[in-house]
């Protein structure tokens, strides 16, 4: 009836409408265009947008609604995998076209692997939706298989299949409810993207999570089943930050939605991380990853679905018992293609044009994270970063302002401190986190303390000049530098310094604190200065050496000479 | 395919015009029939019912209520064959060189994205010969990047220059609300490095409608990618994409959309990475590379802005410097680790001082600026902006990081640079003995 870009508005001519159902759009060369009904205006007129190009589309195209929600498969074979926004996969669809040609629909799992089936119930038990009705190896873990969630009530065992090798598409499993129907049950179940799954119970998150960066892991750490946001201008090392998150968190299971973003840093993840082991497993880094990338010149429309569909599968490997990780970048072009569709629909705009509902949504999205204790009490958590990519780097703006609302951790990226080489750029003052450290909480205020004295001394600089603060002054100023420079600075590119351990953080902070503690009784801002110079020297060889390397005992034992040997002369004095 | 003529035109405005007619698709070529009998090429953008809004490649200045639209039953296409290289078009695709028209096949143009998983890891470097590009912001086979710029900085021959003193097999120059000189400008440099052979031309300049100025980099792209599918290294110039988002902006105008920031439409982090994401390095194929040019006065306007977010980095000139802070390539990391040793060090360790001492230009401004550290800081800075930041200095990247430890050591003492013991032994110049540097060393 009308077409304006990924907007398509039709006329039904018979049967009932539900908002948020997947309809067909079938055009002149037979090709079936993806699309979900957005806005029901009347009784026959609904609003669509499209997940596909819309050329060549005319007035008159036949319409196919199909009366379900846009909804994800869900099931073995999932992690390793590299699908688009609407879970097609990407290797699958790129055997058929290099482009990504529309009207492609492949099948989300592949249905010709064969999984080792182990039952775990019998005929006549009693079982409900997410009861476990057995469990097949996925590349980690035993991946359970549930009776779907969307079954409410009880139901009966009438069979089960035997231990053997089935595809997610065989029935291995039928059940009878109280009245007597029977259901086939598979390996595999749909569950609608947009629908959070219910918690068994929900718990807090409490537990830090140790990602392998210092400044988070020290000073704003994030916790599983907590969320945190990234917001910074372009450039000030977002994409970094996300891979080194992807490599170093300890997270069983790591989705990264990329949405609306390059579609190289996708690429850089999914031919890097087969390559590269997991030291925590000893296998693929690959095996505990899902990519979801609808980067940004695929369909518009279709990143909305892609960062629901991330969430619903991380909901799904939380179920299992897991500690998930999303990484979603960038929650901002997601928040664009709602205000695109929002401006076609001619809504009356918030700020920025953005729709008013924009802060409503992010909110229920983070809400999807969490902490869940599961039927058999144990516990798992499904994470949730998002990066947030404000225009002008702007913090005021809608969508980061919404984000930090609904999140628990806010890392604030700074161009000052890019343009400077200060990696990773997180703005050592004003960000946040109210999770715990991997640090005592009275060492995380001592850092603090340190980091907000420096800061005030620097700008006394500016204004007076070196000479004119005292040595007291300068040496703690000094020390502020220091810290940040061999603490809080990490080169993400290097094998060793790129990623911390928890122990090694502890050896560190130890040394840190050491060199704070100790007194410096040298005179004059020359001599304090070049002090300074040889411990960060010293300090930055050792950040490169391996805790295995012969040399790491020498050096560190160097580096507490060098701290000690001023320290002493000013005894002798 | 049946082609419809209508004639019931509603309304015409700068660049859109709308119509009713029936079984029209959405994107369809069209053809304005004037009273005289002159052709003009249209474009359907919208439909709704009965209503048809096209946009007007040759703009909506004396087209009638008596002029006919003919639907042309195509999408829009453009010409793609071995012979259009050394030619110049239009931003319909039309031969402006005074050449004749050539048979060529047809290709689409605005094609889907390539899958991602037949793009390669970008990992080629391309020697430029720019110091601040090579030893700094490295440039990359298959990088999109565009140099943010005032206008009136001499981008375009920064533009020029980095692609005929490059590998490219093919140079396809998309010119986007060129002034006729800079048109000039660039077919000379093309002609003088002998590069004409190899290169096409889409050229739109201010004489030309802004639709057609729409179109050319999605004609210059179109080409480009067949290039690149066919094994050819592609690079796209593509200035200036500012003018581009604002015909876009005068588009969605006339369509009464609702504006987003500054009256752009809320699209425009869209409409841009549509194409820059055209580049990339293909599978058991070439490659496309694309330079563009984002003029600007300040980085947070929506159009540098929103680029920055899209594109892989950014070159940013300031009164003719290639400056450091502001300037970013996300691709360095895949190759400069396999350049020379000290590559990626000496490049964070200058760049580390190069902000210690623009901190001190701040203080200086307060006269507070007194001790031996701070002052040799400062003159850190002049020497760096007179060697390294000249955007049309030649120097191999061998030479350019030699004359970074020149630098280093005429300025700094060892401990003061923050670089490992290892690399200082093994690259830090000799006192008094310079490489590359062309000064008598202080003291």
């Known amino acids: ?573 | 395919m049946l082609q419809k003529t209508y004639e019931n035109i509603d309304s015409i405005g700068r660049a859109i015009l709308s119509i009713k007619a029936k079984g029209v698709h959405n994107k369809e070529l069209a053809e304005v029939i004037y009273p005289n009998g002159q052709k003009a090429f249209a474009q359907v953008i919208a439909l709704d019912g009965e209503q048809v809004t096209l946009q007007l490649f040759g703009g909506g200045f004396g087209v009638s209520t008596d002029c006919k639209i003919r639907f042309l039953g195509k999408p829009l296409q453009v010409g793609f064959s071995d012979d259009m290289l050394g030619r110049v078009y239009s931003g319909v695709g039309q031969p402006i060189d005074g050449g004749p028209e050539l048979l060529a096949d047809m290709v689409r143009v605005a094609g889907p994205s390539i899958n991602p998983v037949k793009r390669l890891i970008p990992k080629d470097m391309i020697r430029t010969g720019v110091p601040m590009i090579d030893v700094f912001n490295t440039l990359v086979r298959s990088q999109k990047i565009p140099i943010f710029a005032k206008a009136g900085e001499p981008y375009n021959r920064l533009l020029a220059n980095i692609a005929t003193q490059t590998d490219a097999d093919v140079i396809i120059i998309g010119g986007v609300g060129l002034k006729y000189d800079e048109f000039h400008y660039f077919r000379q440099r093309i002609e003088e490095a002998g590069s004409k052979n190899r290169t096409i031309m889409f050229i739109h300049t201010h004489r030309d409608s802004i639709v057609e100025g729409l179109m050319v980099p999605d004609l210059a792209l179109a080409v480009a990618e067949k290039f690149a599918l066919q094994g050819k290294n592609v690079f796209v110039l593509l200035s200036d994409m500012t003018q581009w988002s604002d015909y876009l902006r005068q588009v969605a105008n006339a369509q009464d959309q609702i504006p987003a920031n500054q009256g752009y439409p809320g699209d425009l982090y869209s409409q841009l990475a549509s194409r820059y994401e055209k580049a990339a390095d293909i599978e058991s194929a070439g490659s496309l590379t694309i330079l563009g040019v984002t003029t600007m006065d300040d980085v947070t306007h929506p159009v540098p802005d929103n680029t920055g977010y899209i594109t892989e980095g950014q070159f940013f000139m300031k009164d003719g410097y290639l400056e450091l802070f502001g300037s970013l390539s996300r691709l360095k990391q895949q190759v400069n680790d396999r350049t020379r040793s000290d590559h990626r060090s000496i490049m964070n360790a200058m760049a580390r001082l190069l902000s210690e001492a623009e901190e001190r230009v701040k203080a200086q401004k307060f006269g507070s600026v007194k001790d031996d550290y701070s002052l040799r800081l400062l003159e850190y800075r002049k020497t760096f902006q007179r060697e390294l930041m000249d955007p049309f200095r030649y120097l191999e990247l061998e030479d350019a990081l030699d004359l970074c430890w020149d630098i280093l050591s005429m300025h700094f003492k060892k401990e003061e640079v923050g670089l490992s013991s290892k690399l200082i032994e093994a690259y830090w110049p000799e006192k008094g003995k310079f490489k590359i540097l062309k000064e008598i060393p202080h003291e």
Not at chain 1, 99 to 120: A, C, H, Q, Y
Not at chain 1, 167 to 193: C, H, R, Y
Not at chain 1, 227 to 248: D, W
Not at chain 1, 481 to 503: I, M, R, Y
């Open chain 1, 1 to 573: 009836m009308s077409v304006n870009e990924s907007l398509v508005g039709a006329q039904t001519t018979e049967g009932a409408v539900m908002n948020g159902e997947v309809a067909y759009i079938i055009v002149e060369d037979g090709k079936r265009l993806k699309a979900e009904v957005i806005d029901v205006k009347s009784s026959d007129v609904v609003y669509l947008q499209v997940f596909e190009d819309t050329s060549w589309m005319k007035v008159g195209d036949p319409v196919e609604f199909t009366g379900l929600p846009l909804a994800v498969k869900l099931g073995p074979g999932i992690l390793g995998s590299v699908t688009d926004g609407l879970q097609n996969p990407l290797y699958e669809l790129g055997k058929i076209e290099w482009f990504l040609e529309r009207g492609i629909e492949v099948d989300p799992l592949d249905n010709r692997t064969k999984w080792r089936f182990t039952p775990k119930v019998n005929k006549g038990d009693t079982v409900t939706g997410g009861s476990v009705l057995g469990t097949v190896p996925e590349k980690l873990f035993e991946h359970k298989i549930f009776v779907p969630f969307s079954l409410q009530g009880s139901y009966t065992i009438e069979t089960i299949a035997a231990e053997g090798e089935y595809t997610v598409d065989e029935p291995i499993a039928s059940v009878k409810d109280a009245t007597g129907n029977i259901t086939q049950l598979k390996m595999a179940f749909e569950w609608p993207v947009k629908q959070p799954m219910p918690f068994n119970e929900r718990s807090v998150p409490e537990q830090s999570m140790p990602t392998g960066i210092r400044i988070l892991d020290a000073l704003f750490p994030i916790a599983y089943g907590g969320t945190a946001c990234n917001p910074g201008p372009f450039g000030a090392g977002k994409t970094v930050l996300q891979h080194s998150l992807a490599r170093h968190s300890q997270a069983d299971v790591v989705i990264i939605a990329a949405c609306g973003e390059r579609a190289g840093e996708a690429v850089e993840v999914f031919k890097d991380f087969p390559e590269l082991i997991d030291p925590r497993t000893g296998k693929s880094l690959m095996d505990r990853t899902y990519i979801v990338g609808n980067t940004s010149s695929m369909p518009v429309a279709a990143r909305e679905a892609s960062v629901y569909m991330a969430t619903t599968v991380g909901e799904y490997y939380r179920k299992q018992g897991l500690n998930v990780l999303i990484l979603a970048d960038s929650t901002s072009r997601w928040a664009q293609a709602l205000r695109e569709t929002s401006g076609r629909k001619e809504e009356i705009p918030g700020p920025e044009a953005f729709p008013m509902y924009i802060s409503t949504l992010i909110s229920a999205f983070y809400d999807r994270a969490g902490v869940e204790i599961l039927q058999d009490g144990t516990t798992s958590s499904l994470s949730i970063i998002g990066t947030v990519s404000p225009a002008g780097g702007n913090f005021d703006e809608p969508v980061t302002q919404a984000t930090l609302l609904s999140t628990g951790s806010f890392w604030g990226l700074s161009r000052a401190l890019s343009d400077a080489r200060k990696y990773p750029a997180i703005d050592r003052i004003d960000s946040n986190s109210k999770y715990p450290s991997l640090l005592e909480q009275e060492e995380v205020t001592y850092l603090m303390e340190l980091l907000r004295d420096g800061k005030t001394i620097a700008s006394n600089i500016i204004l007076m000049g070196e000479k004119g603060i005292t040595d007291a002054s300068y040496i703690r100023y000094q020390k502020a530098e220091l810290l940040d420079a061999v603490f809080l600075q990490q080169n993400s590119f290097h094998e060793v310094d790129g990623v911390t351990t928890p122990d090694r953080l502890r050896l560190m902070f130890d040394m840190v604190k050491e060199i704070i503690d100790t007194p410096v009784n040298v005179e004059g801002k020359e001599e304090i200065r070049s002090h300074f110079n040889f411990i960060r020297q010293a300090f930055l060889d050792w950040n490169y050496m391996r805790l295995d390397e012969e040399e790491f005992e020498k050096q560190k034992t160097k580096l507490l000479n060098l701290v000690k040997k001023r320290g002493h002369v000013a005894e002798n004095v």
